[in-house]
Protein backbone atom coordinates (compact mmCIF):
# COMPACT_ATOMS: atom_id res chain seq x y z
CA UNK A 1 0.00 0.00 0.00
CA UNK A 2 0.82 3.32 -0.86
CA UNK A 3 2.02 5.70 2.29
CA UNK A 4 2.11 8.37 0.24
CA UNK A 5 -0.91 11.40 1.62
CA UNK A 6 -1.79 14.66 -0.13
CA UNK A 7 0.65 17.36 0.66
CA UNK A 8 -1.68 20.35 -0.58
CA UNK A 9 -4.32 22.13 -2.69
CA UNK A 10 -7.82 20.73 -1.30
CA UNK A 11 -10.56 22.22 -3.07
CA UNK A 12 -13.63 23.89 -1.84
CA UNK A 13 -12.99 23.57 1.76
CA UNK A 14 -11.88 20.08 2.18
CA UNK A 15 -9.83 19.11 4.73
CA UNK A 16 -6.06 18.53 3.50
CA UNK A 17 -5.66 15.01 5.15
CA UNK A 18 -8.61 13.67 3.33
CA UNK A 19 -7.32 15.43 0.10
CA UNK A 20 -6.45 11.46 -1.56
CA UNK A 21 -8.53 9.04 -3.37
CA UNK A 22 -8.43 5.53 -2.27
CA UNK A 23 -8.54 2.83 -4.69
CA UNK A 24 -8.92 -0.55 -3.89
CA UNK A 25 -7.46 -2.73 -7.19
CA UNK A 26 -10.23 -5.56 -7.30
CA UNK A 27 -7.93 -7.67 -8.72
CA UNK A 28 -5.64 -7.72 -6.04
CA UNK A 29 -7.79 -6.58 -3.23
CA UNK A 30 -4.52 -4.49 -2.15
CA UNK A 31 -5.72 -0.03 -1.56
CA UNK A 32 -3.72 3.01 -2.63
CA UNK A 33 -4.18 6.26 -1.03
CA UNK A 34 -3.76 8.76 -3.89
CA UNK A 35 -2.92 12.22 -3.47
CA UNK A 36 -5.50 14.88 -4.74
CA UNK A 37 -4.27 18.11 -5.77
CA UNK A 38 -6.16 20.83 -7.50
CA UNK A 39 -9.04 18.80 -7.56
CA UNK A 40 -6.73 16.13 -10.04
CA UNK A 41 -5.01 12.95 -9.36
CA UNK A 42 -1.59 12.23 -11.16
CA UNK A 43 -1.80 9.99 -13.94
CA UNK A 44 1.38 8.62 -12.72
CA UNK A 45 0.51 7.72 -9.13
CA UNK A 46 -1.47 5.11 -11.02
CA UNK A 47 1.44 3.67 -11.87
CA UNK A 48 2.20 1.72 -8.95
CA UNK A 49 -1.01 -0.20 -8.89
CA UNK A 50 0.11 -3.56 -10.51
CA UNK A 51 -0.80 -7.30 -10.55
CA UNK A 52 2.30 -8.51 -10.04
CA UNK A 53 6.16 -7.25 -10.65
CA UNK A 54 5.91 -8.24 -14.43
CA UNK A 55 2.85 -6.17 -14.44
CA UNK A 56 3.46 -2.43 -16.19
CA UNK A 57 1.41 -0.30 -14.01
CA UNK A 58 -2.09 0.92 -14.41
CA UNK A 59 -2.37 3.53 -16.86
CA UNK A 60 -5.76 5.66 -17.89
CA UNK A 61 -6.86 5.87 -21.47
CA UNK A 62 -8.21 9.55 -22.60
CA UNK A 63 -8.26 9.60 -25.95
CA UNK A 64 -8.56 13.11 -27.13
CA UNK A 65 -7.84 14.49 -23.34
CA UNK A 66 -10.95 14.65 -22.58
CA UNK A 67 -10.39 14.76 -19.12
CA UNK A 68 -6.42 14.91 -18.97
CA UNK A 69 -4.89 18.17 -17.94
CA UNK A 70 -1.12 18.11 -19.77
CA UNK A 71 0.13 20.88 -17.66
CA UNK A 72 -0.11 23.90 -14.77
CA UNK A 73 -0.59 27.00 -16.52
CA UNK A 74 -1.58 30.79 -15.35
CA UNK A 75 -2.32 32.39 -18.85
CA UNK A 76 -6.10 31.64 -19.78
CA UNK A 77 -9.36 30.83 -17.16
CA UNK A 78 -12.66 29.31 -18.96
CA UNK A 79 -15.30 28.06 -16.90
CA UNK A 80 -17.82 26.47 -19.69
CA UNK A 81 -20.50 25.75 -18.18
CA UNK A 82 -20.74 29.66 -16.85
CA UNK A 83 -19.51 31.03 -20.20
CA UNK A 84 -16.46 33.02 -18.53
CA UNK A 85 -13.07 33.99 -20.38
CA UNK A 86 -10.22 35.54 -18.71
CA UNK A 87 -6.88 35.88 -19.71
CA UNK A 88 -4.30 36.63 -16.60
CA UNK A 89 -7.44 37.17 -14.45
CA UNK A 90 -8.88 39.93 -16.40
CA UNK A 91 -12.01 39.39 -18.39
CA UNK A 92 -12.40 39.15 -21.89
CA UNK A 93 -15.37 41.20 -21.72
CA UNK A 94 -12.89 44.45 -19.85
CA UNK A 95 -10.11 43.16 -22.34
CA UNK A 96 -12.11 43.53 -25.64
CA UNK A 97 -13.86 47.20 -24.22
CA UNK A 98 -10.55 48.80 -23.18
CA UNK A 99 -7.50 47.12 -24.68
CA UNK A 100 -5.40 47.04 -27.97
CA UNK A 101 -4.20 43.63 -29.28
CA UNK A 102 -0.41 44.08 -28.52
CA UNK A 103 -1.39 44.91 -24.57
CA UNK A 104 -3.16 41.67 -25.09
CA UNK A 105 -0.43 40.14 -26.10
CA UNK A 106 1.85 42.19 -23.65
CA UNK A 107 -0.49 40.63 -20.88
CA UNK A 108 -0.12 37.34 -22.01
CA UNK A 109 2.94 36.80 -22.44
CA UNK A 110 4.08 38.55 -19.96
CA UNK A 111 1.75 37.97 -17.21
CA UNK A 112 0.67 41.42 -16.21
CA UNK A 113 -0.92 44.26 -18.04
CA UNK A 114 2.00 46.73 -19.42
CA UNK A 115 2.62 50.37 -17.80
CA UNK A 116 2.45 53.32 -21.46
CA UNK A 117 6.28 53.04 -21.04
CA UNK A 118 6.21 49.38 -21.77
CA UNK A 119 3.75 49.40 -23.91
CA UNK A 120 5.09 51.72 -25.96
CA UNK A 121 8.46 49.89 -26.27
CA UNK A 122 6.89 46.98 -26.42
CA UNK A 123 4.53 48.22 -29.72
CA UNK A 124 8.24 50.09 -31.16
CA UNK A 125 9.97 46.96 -30.76
CA UNK A 126 6.93 45.17 -32.63
CA UNK A 127 6.57 47.47 -35.14
CA UNK A 128 10.27 47.95 -36.29
CA UNK A 129 10.50 44.19 -36.87
CA UNK A 130 7.78 43.66 -39.35
CA UNK A 131 9.23 43.55 -42.66
CA UNK A 132 10.81 40.17 -43.62
CA UNK A 133 13.71 39.43 -45.68
CA UNK A 134 13.08 39.23 -49.17
CA UNK A 135 14.13 35.64 -49.69
CA UNK A 136 10.63 34.90 -47.69
CA UNK A 137 9.08 37.06 -50.13
CA UNK A 138 10.88 35.04 -52.38
CA UNK A 139 10.37 31.79 -51.32
CA UNK A 140 6.16 32.35 -51.08
CA UNK A 141 6.24 33.71 -54.78
CA UNK A 142 7.24 30.28 -55.32
CA UNK A 143 3.60 29.11 -54.61
CA UNK A 144 1.61 28.13 -57.11
CA UNK A 145 -1.01 31.00 -57.93
CA UNK A 146 -4.29 29.28 -56.19
CA UNK A 147 -2.30 28.20 -52.84
CA UNK A 148 -4.54 28.14 -50.17
CA UNK A 149 -2.67 31.12 -47.69
CA UNK A 150 -3.25 28.60 -44.73
CA UNK A 151 -0.67 26.44 -46.20
CA UNK A 152 1.35 29.10 -47.40
CA UNK A 153 1.59 30.48 -43.44
CA UNK A 154 2.03 26.99 -42.58
CA UNK A 155 5.06 26.92 -44.30
CA UNK A 156 6.31 30.30 -44.09
CA UNK A 157 6.37 30.64 -40.54
CA UNK A 158 7.88 27.47 -40.13
CA UNK A 159 10.62 28.74 -43.03
CA UNK A 160 11.58 31.17 -40.77
CA UNK A 161 13.38 29.14 -38.26
CA UNK A 162 16.00 29.51 -41.46
CA UNK A 163 16.20 32.83 -41.48
CA UNK A 164 16.81 32.82 -37.76
CA UNK A 165 19.22 29.82 -36.69
CA UNK A 166 20.07 31.33 -33.72
CA UNK A 167 16.29 30.65 -32.70
CA UNK A 168 17.71 27.18 -32.16
CA UNK A 169 18.78 28.35 -28.36
CA UNK A 170 15.74 28.37 -26.66
CA UNK A 171 17.02 28.29 -23.19
CA UNK A 172 18.77 31.65 -24.03
CA UNK A 173 16.28 34.11 -22.45
CA UNK A 174 17.42 37.25 -24.77
CA UNK A 175 17.22 35.39 -27.99
CA UNK A 176 14.10 34.00 -26.97
CA UNK A 177 12.58 37.40 -26.39
CA UNK A 178 13.90 38.56 -30.34
CA UNK A 179 11.89 35.77 -31.53
CA UNK A 180 8.63 36.47 -29.60
CA UNK A 181 9.01 39.88 -31.02
CA UNK A 182 9.65 38.85 -34.81
CA UNK A 183 6.66 36.78 -34.63
CA UNK A 184 4.22 39.06 -33.18
CA UNK A 185 5.70 41.41 -35.71
CA UNK A 186 5.91 39.06 -38.56
CA UNK A 187 2.82 37.06 -38.77
CA UNK A 188 0.63 39.45 -40.32
CA UNK A 189 3.55 40.32 -42.59
CA UNK A 190 3.27 36.22 -43.55
CA UNK A 191 -0.60 36.37 -43.91
CA UNK A 192 -1.08 39.29 -46.15
CA UNK A 193 1.60 38.51 -48.47
CA UNK A 194 -0.27 34.87 -48.39
CA UNK A 195 -3.55 36.77 -49.40
CA UNK A 196 -1.86 39.44 -51.98
CA UNK A 197 -0.66 35.98 -53.32
CA UNK A 198 -3.44 34.22 -54.22
CA UNK A 199 -5.52 37.57 -55.58
CA UNK A 200 -2.22 37.96 -57.67
CA UNK A 201 -1.72 41.19 -56.53
CA UNK A 202 1.98 42.17 -55.80
CA UNK A 203 2.80 42.17 -52.12
CA UNK A 204 3.07 45.29 -49.86
CA UNK A 205 5.23 46.51 -47.84
CA UNK A 206 4.65 47.22 -43.70
CA UNK A 207 3.93 50.78 -43.27
CA UNK A 208 5.36 51.33 -39.81
CA UNK A 209 3.10 54.71 -39.14
CA UNK A 210 -0.08 52.46 -38.85
CA UNK A 211 -1.22 50.64 -36.02
CA UNK A 212 -0.86 46.57 -36.00
CA UNK A 213 -3.92 46.14 -37.13
CA UNK A 214 -4.00 49.23 -39.41
CA UNK A 215 -0.70 47.86 -40.92
CA UNK A 216 -2.19 44.69 -41.71
CA UNK A 217 -5.40 46.23 -43.39
CA UNK A 218 -2.94 47.97 -45.70
CA UNK A 219 -0.82 44.92 -46.58
CA UNK A 220 -4.04 43.59 -47.93
CA UNK A 221 -6.06 46.17 -49.72
CA UNK A 222 -3.60 49.16 -50.36
CA UNK A 223 -3.51 49.28 -54.49
CA UNK A 224 -1.86 52.80 -55.71
CA UNK A 225 -2.64 54.98 -53.35
CA UNK A 226 0.21 56.93 -51.78
CA UNK A 227 -1.05 56.37 -48.48
CA UNK A 228 -3.23 53.96 -47.22
CA UNK A 229 -5.43 55.32 -44.15
CA UNK A 230 -7.73 52.63 -42.61
CA UNK A 231 -11.13 53.02 -41.60
CA UNK A 232 -10.88 53.25 -37.55
CA UNK A 233 -14.02 51.52 -36.89
CA UNK A 234 -12.85 48.55 -39.30
CA UNK A 235 -9.16 48.81 -37.32
CA UNK A 236 -10.66 48.34 -33.93
CA UNK A 237 -12.88 45.75 -34.90
CA UNK A 238 -10.30 43.33 -36.01
CA UNK A 239 -8.18 44.76 -33.39
CA UNK A 240 -11.01 43.44 -30.93
CA UNK A 241 -10.65 39.67 -33.04
CA UNK A 242 -7.35 39.34 -32.79
CA UNK A 243 -8.03 40.32 -28.95
CA UNK A 244 -11.15 37.23 -28.87
CA UNK A 245 -8.75 35.00 -30.57
CA UNK A 246 -5.49 36.01 -28.69
CA UNK A 247 -5.66 32.14 -26.15
CA UNK A 248 -8.01 29.76 -25.36
CA UNK A 249 -5.98 27.29 -22.74
CA UNK A 250 -4.96 23.69 -23.94
CA UNK A 251 -7.06 24.03 -27.14
CA UNK A 252 -5.55 21.60 -30.29
CA UNK A 253 -3.33 24.19 -31.99
CA UNK A 254 -1.93 25.60 -28.53
CA UNK A 255 -0.97 21.65 -27.25
CA UNK A 256 0.40 21.25 -30.85
CA UNK A 257 2.38 24.48 -30.00
CA UNK A 258 3.33 23.08 -26.52
CA UNK A 259 4.11 19.16 -27.79
CA UNK A 260 5.99 19.99 -30.86
CA UNK A 261 7.56 22.92 -28.49
CA UNK A 262 8.62 20.02 -25.92
CA UNK A 263 10.95 18.47 -28.29
CA UNK A 264 12.72 21.91 -27.60
CA UNK A 265 12.88 22.94 -31.14
CA UNK A 266 13.26 26.48 -31.99
CA UNK A 267 9.59 28.20 -31.70
CA UNK A 268 8.97 29.22 -35.36
CA UNK A 269 8.82 25.63 -36.04
CA UNK A 270 6.79 25.15 -32.91
CA UNK A 271 4.19 27.42 -33.97
CA UNK A 272 4.28 26.26 -37.86
CA UNK A 273 2.57 23.05 -35.95
CA UNK A 274 -0.07 25.47 -34.46
CA UNK A 275 -0.65 26.75 -37.76
CA UNK A 276 -1.51 23.40 -38.95
CA UNK A 277 -3.58 22.41 -36.39
CA UNK A 278 -5.41 25.04 -36.59
CA UNK A 279 -5.86 25.07 -40.71
CA UNK A 280 -8.50 22.04 -39.69
CA UNK A 281 -11.93 22.10 -40.18
CA UNK A 282 -12.83 21.32 -36.81
CA UNK A 283 -10.59 24.13 -35.08
CA UNK A 284 -9.58 27.58 -37.25
CA UNK A 285 -11.27 26.23 -40.39
CA UNK A 286 -14.93 25.94 -38.89
CA UNK A 287 -15.56 29.89 -39.73
CA UNK A 288 -14.50 29.02 -43.08
CA UNK A 289 -17.39 26.07 -42.80
CA UNK A 290 -19.63 28.20 -41.18
CA UNK A 291 -19.53 30.92 -44.55
CA UNK A 292 -19.77 28.06 -46.75
CA UNK A 293 -22.46 26.30 -44.67
CA UNK A 294 -24.64 29.80 -44.94
CA UNK A 295 -24.18 29.60 -48.26
CA UNK A 296 -25.35 26.34 -49.18
CA UNK A 297 -28.63 27.35 -47.02
CA UNK A 298 -28.74 30.48 -49.35
CA UNK A 299 -32.41 31.15 -47.59
CA UNK A 300 -34.26 30.88 -44.62
CA UNK A 301 -36.63 29.25 -45.76
CA UNK A 302 -33.70 26.73 -46.28
CA UNK A 303 -33.35 26.56 -42.50
CA UNK A 304 -35.77 23.97 -41.22
CA UNK A 305 -34.32 21.12 -43.85
CA UNK A 306 -31.30 22.23 -43.40
CA UNK A 307 -31.65 21.57 -39.11
CA UNK A 308 -33.31 18.14 -40.05
CA UNK A 309 -30.10 17.22 -41.40
CA UNK A 310 -28.33 18.46 -38.95
CA UNK A 311 -29.93 16.27 -36.63
CA UNK A 312 -30.48 13.10 -38.73
CA UNK A 313 -26.81 13.16 -38.27
CA UNK A 314 -25.94 13.52 -41.82
CA UNK A 315 -23.91 17.28 -41.16
CA UNK A 316 -22.51 19.73 -38.30
CA UNK A 317 -24.13 23.05 -37.41
CA UNK A 318 -20.76 24.58 -38.07
CA UNK A 319 -20.07 27.22 -35.64
CA UNK A 320 -22.02 25.12 -32.89
CA UNK A 321 -20.53 23.67 -29.79
CA UNK A 322 -17.59 23.29 -27.88
CA UNK A 323 -15.37 21.18 -26.01
CA UNK A 324 -15.42 23.27 -22.81
CA UNK A 325 -18.59 25.75 -23.05
CA UNK A 326 -21.64 24.46 -22.88
CA UNK A 327 -23.02 27.73 -22.74
CA UNK A 328 -23.22 30.91 -25.13
CA UNK A 329 -19.32 31.28 -26.14
CA UNK A 330 -18.75 35.12 -24.39
CA UNK A 331 -16.51 35.51 -27.45
CA UNK A 332 -19.46 34.89 -29.64
CA UNK A 333 -21.14 37.88 -28.06
CA UNK A 334 -18.71 40.34 -28.62
CA UNK A 335 -18.23 39.57 -32.02
CA UNK A 336 -21.97 39.70 -32.64
CA UNK A 337 -21.40 43.42 -31.61
CA UNK A 338 -18.04 43.80 -33.15
CA UNK A 339 -20.11 42.77 -36.88
CA UNK A 340 -22.93 45.32 -36.53
CA UNK A 341 -19.92 48.29 -36.37
CA UNK A 342 -18.43 46.25 -39.75
CA UNK A 343 -21.73 46.41 -41.33
CA UNK A 344 -22.20 50.17 -40.21
CA UNK A 345 -19.15 50.65 -42.55
CA UNK A 346 -19.00 48.14 -45.01
CA UNK A 347 -23.25 47.37 -45.39
CA UNK A 348 -24.76 44.52 -44.02
CA UNK A 349 -23.56 41.36 -45.10
CA UNK A 350 -27.14 39.61 -46.60
CA UNK A 351 -26.30 36.15 -44.73
CA UNK A 352 -26.63 37.62 -41.48
CA UNK A 353 -30.29 37.30 -41.25
CA UNK A 354 -30.12 33.66 -41.87
CA UNK A 355 -26.98 33.41 -39.17
CA UNK A 356 -29.33 35.16 -36.85
CA UNK A 357 -32.34 32.83 -37.83
CA UNK A 358 -30.45 29.82 -37.55
CA UNK A 359 -29.30 30.54 -33.84
CA UNK A 360 -32.92 31.56 -32.62
CA UNK A 361 -33.96 27.49 -34.22
CA UNK A 362 -31.27 26.58 -33.07
CA UNK A 363 -31.52 27.68 -29.58
CA UNK A 364 -34.77 26.72 -29.51
CA UNK A 365 -34.69 23.41 -30.19
CA UNK A 366 -34.42 20.06 -27.89
CA UNK A 367 -31.90 18.61 -30.38
CA UNK A 368 -29.52 21.57 -29.33
CA UNK A 369 -30.90 22.23 -25.85
CA UNK A 370 -30.19 18.66 -24.94
CA UNK A 371 -26.15 18.64 -25.89
CA UNK A 372 -25.54 21.70 -24.66
CA UNK A 373 -24.77 23.92 -28.42
CA UNK A 374 -24.48 27.13 -28.39
CA UNK A 375 -23.04 29.32 -31.13
CA UNK A 376 -19.62 29.84 -30.31
CA UNK A 377 -16.60 32.33 -31.81
CA UNK A 378 -16.65 31.14 -35.30
CA UNK A 379 -20.07 31.80 -35.97
CA UNK A 380 -20.34 35.36 -36.53
CA UNK A 381 -16.85 35.73 -36.87
CA UNK A 382 -16.78 34.86 -40.51
CA UNK A 383 -19.59 37.34 -41.59
CA UNK A 384 -17.51 39.92 -40.53
CA UNK A 385 -14.42 38.66 -42.47
CA UNK A 386 -16.81 38.27 -45.62
CA UNK A 387 -18.04 42.03 -44.94
CA UNK A 388 -14.39 43.07 -44.98
CA UNK A 389 -13.98 41.46 -48.00
CA UNK A 390 -11.50 38.93 -47.03
CA UNK A 391 -12.57 35.43 -48.96
CA UNK A 392 -13.05 32.57 -46.92
CA UNK A 393 -9.72 30.65 -47.54
CA UNK A 394 -8.37 33.48 -45.38
CA UNK A 395 -10.55 33.31 -41.99
CA UNK A 396 -8.19 30.85 -40.42
CA UNK A 397 -5.24 32.71 -41.42
CA UNK A 398 -6.87 35.92 -39.60
CA UNK A 399 -7.57 33.80 -36.51
CA UNK A 400 -3.77 32.49 -36.23
CA UNK A 401 -2.53 36.04 -36.20
CA UNK A 402 -4.68 36.91 -33.23
CA UNK A 403 -3.55 33.66 -31.51
CA UNK A 404 0.06 34.00 -32.04
CA UNK A 405 0.43 35.81 -28.81
CA UNK A 406 -1.59 32.65 -26.97
CA UNK A 407 0.80 30.49 -28.74
CA UNK A 408 3.85 32.23 -27.63
CA UNK A 409 3.10 33.01 -23.95
CA UNK A 410 2.12 29.09 -23.67
CA UNK A 411 5.05 28.11 -25.27
CA UNK A 412 7.13 29.93 -22.68
CA UNK A 413 5.81 28.90 -20.03
CA UNK A 414 6.01 25.32 -21.26
CA UNK A 415 9.34 26.35 -21.99
CA UNK A 416 9.89 27.80 -18.01
CA UNK A 417 8.60 24.71 -16.52
CA UNK A 418 10.19 22.06 -14.50
CA UNK A 419 7.78 19.70 -14.37
CA UNK A 420 7.24 19.38 -18.33
CA UNK A 421 9.41 16.75 -20.49
CA UNK A 422 8.97 16.03 -23.72
CA UNK A 423 5.43 15.13 -24.77
CA UNK A 424 4.78 11.18 -25.24
CA UNK A 425 1.35 9.54 -24.78
CA UNK A 426 1.11 5.98 -24.04
CA UNK A 427 -1.09 3.49 -25.84
CA UNK A 428 -2.64 0.78 -25.54
CA UNK A 429 -1.44 -1.64 -28.34
CA UNK A 430 -4.07 -3.83 -30.23
CA UNK A 431 -2.22 -5.18 -33.08
CA UNK A 432 -0.23 -8.39 -33.64
CA UNK A 433 2.52 -9.76 -31.36
CA UNK A 434 5.90 -11.56 -32.71
CA UNK A 435 4.68 -13.07 -36.38
CA UNK A 436 6.62 -14.97 -38.59
CA UNK A 437 7.62 -12.98 -42.02
CA UNK A 438 6.39 -14.15 -44.68
CA UNK A 439 8.13 -14.23 -47.72
CA UNK A 440 6.09 -12.47 -50.87
CA UNK A 441 5.94 -15.33 -52.79
CA UNK A 442 3.95 -17.35 -49.63
CA UNK A 443 1.45 -14.21 -48.89
CA UNK A 444 -2.04 -14.61 -49.79
N1 LIG B 1 -23.82 20.33 -34.84
C1 LIG B 1 -24.60 19.27 -34.54
N2 LIG B 1 -24.35 18.40 -33.56
C2 LIG B 1 -23.26 18.63 -32.82
C3 LIG B 1 -22.40 19.72 -33.05
C4 LIG B 1 -22.73 20.59 -34.10
N3 LIG B 1 -21.95 21.64 -34.37
N4 LIG B 1 -21.40 19.71 -32.16
C5 LIG B 1 -21.61 18.63 -31.39
N5 LIG B 1 -22.74 17.98 -31.79
C6 LIG B 1 -23.35 16.81 -31.16
C7 LIG B 1 -22.59 15.55 -31.51
O1 LIG B 1 -23.10 14.92 -32.66
C8 LIG B 1 -22.82 14.72 -30.27
O2 LIG B 1 -24.11 14.21 -30.32
P1 LIG B 1 -24.43 12.71 -29.80
O3 LIG B 1 -24.17 12.77 -28.32
O4 LIG B 1 -25.84 12.48 -30.16
O5 LIG B 1 -23.47 11.81 -30.52
C9 LIG B 1 -22.79 15.74 -29.14
O6 LIG B 1 -23.21 16.97 -29.75
C10 LIG B 1 -21.42 15.92 -28.50
O7 LIG B 1 -20.49 16.25 -29.54
P2 LIG B 1 -18.96 15.86 -29.55
O8 LIG B 1 -18.51 15.74 -30.98
O9 LIG B 1 -18.76 14.69 -28.66
O10 LIG B 1 -18.35 17.12 -28.88
P3 LIG B 1 -16.82 17.54 -28.93
O11 LIG B 1 -16.55 18.23 -27.65
O12 LIG B 1 -15.97 16.39 -29.29
O13 LIG B 1 -16.78 18.55 -30.16
C11 LIG B 1 -16.61 20.44 -31.49
C12 LIG B 1 -16.56 19.89 -30.07
C13 LIG B 1 -16.30 21.95 -31.45
C14 LIG B 1 -15.51 19.75 -32.36
C15 LIG B 1 -18.01 20.19 -32.09
O14 LIG B 1 -19.00 20.81 -31.31
C16 LIG B 1 -18.11 20.60 -33.55
O15 LIG B 1 -17.76 19.82 -34.45
N6 LIG B 1 -18.61 21.87 -33.83
C17 LIG B 1 -18.64 22.36 -35.17
C18 LIG B 1 -17.27 22.87 -35.55
C19 LIG B 1 -16.95 24.18 -34.88
O16 LIG B 1 -17.76 25.09 -34.84
N7 LIG B 1 -15.70 24.29 -34.38
C20 LIG B 1 -15.19 25.52 -33.79
C21 LIG B 1 -14.88 25.36 -32.35
S1 LIG B 1 -14.61 26.94 -31.57
C22 LIG B 1 -13.13 27.50 -32.22
C23 LIG B 1 -11.98 26.75 -31.71
O17 LIG B 1 -11.71 26.76 -30.50
O18 LIG B 1 -11.29 26.15 -32.53
Redesign the pocket.
Given at each position: MSTETASNGAEGGVAAASATLTVTDNRTGRQYEIPITDGTIRGIDLRQIRVDDEDFGLMSYDPAFMNTASCRSAITFIDGDKGILEYRGYPIEQLAEQSSYLEVAYLLIHGELPTQQQLDTWTHEITIHTFVHENVKEFMQGFRYDAHPMGMLLASVGALSTFYPEASQIKDAELRYQQIIRLLAKMPTLAAFAYRHNRGMPYVYPDNDLSYAGNFLGMLFKIAELKYQPDPRIERALDVLFILHAD?EQ?CSTSAVRGVGSSQVDPYSALAAGVGALYGP???G?NEQVLRMLHRIERKENIPGFIDG?KAGDE????????VYKNYDPRAKIIKKAAQDVFDVMGTNPYLDIALELEKIALEDEYFIE?K?YP???FYSGLIYEALGMPVEMFPVLFAIGRTSGWIAQWLEMIEDGEQKIARPRQIYTGARTREYVPMGSRS
Open positions: HNLHGAVRLMGFGHRRLNVD
